[in-house]
């Protein structure tokens, strides 16, 4: 008689395979430089990287996005907001891009931000995706 395998170990095996995907391909920051205008806004330069998620579907590996629309956020906090849970300042952009790696985008903030150097700049394209926090310049 031959023992029948455990349903419990039969989906683990499953969630380790679905786990073993190529991932799916999302926009995430490589670099991000923050600088201060003349007239005291804000402006960041970032540069898009292609970013997999492991375990979600199977990505193409050219991590073209084919006319999507990618957004990018800044988001300024004060120091001690260490959840990042409540930003003072948002600045949003979103834009059609035949190609994601290397694509490049500036944010501008709207008004003037104070030049204080404990605030943070948390820099980020896809929520699933590594973000950068940068010194308000």
């Not at 991000?32 to 998620?53: F, H, K, P």
């Not at 050219?62 to 988001?75: E, F, L, P, Q």
């Not at 944010?107 to 926090?133: F, H, K, N, Q, Y």
């Amino acid at each position: 008689m031959r023992p029948r395998p455990h349903p419990i170990l039969l989906m683990l095996l499953v969630l380790t395979t679905a786990g073993c995907e190529h991932g799916i391909e999302v926009a995430g920051v490589l670099e991000a430089t923050a600088s201060r205008l003349e007239d005291d806004r804000v402006s960041i330069v970032v540069t898009l990287s292609c970013d997999l998620v492991y375990g979600m579907g199977r990505a193409d590996g050219r991590c073209d996005a084919d006319g999507d629309r990618v957004c990018v956020s800044a988001r300024w906090y004060a120091a001690d907001d260490t959840l990042f849970a409540s930003p003072l300042t948002t600045v949003e952009q979103c834009q059609e891009v035949s190609t994601i790696r290397g694509m490049q985008l500036t944010l501008t903030s709207p008004e003037a931000m104070g030049a204080d150097p404990s605030l943070r700049v948390l820099v980020r394209a896809d929520s699933l995706a590594a973000a950068i926090i940068l010194a308000n310049p």
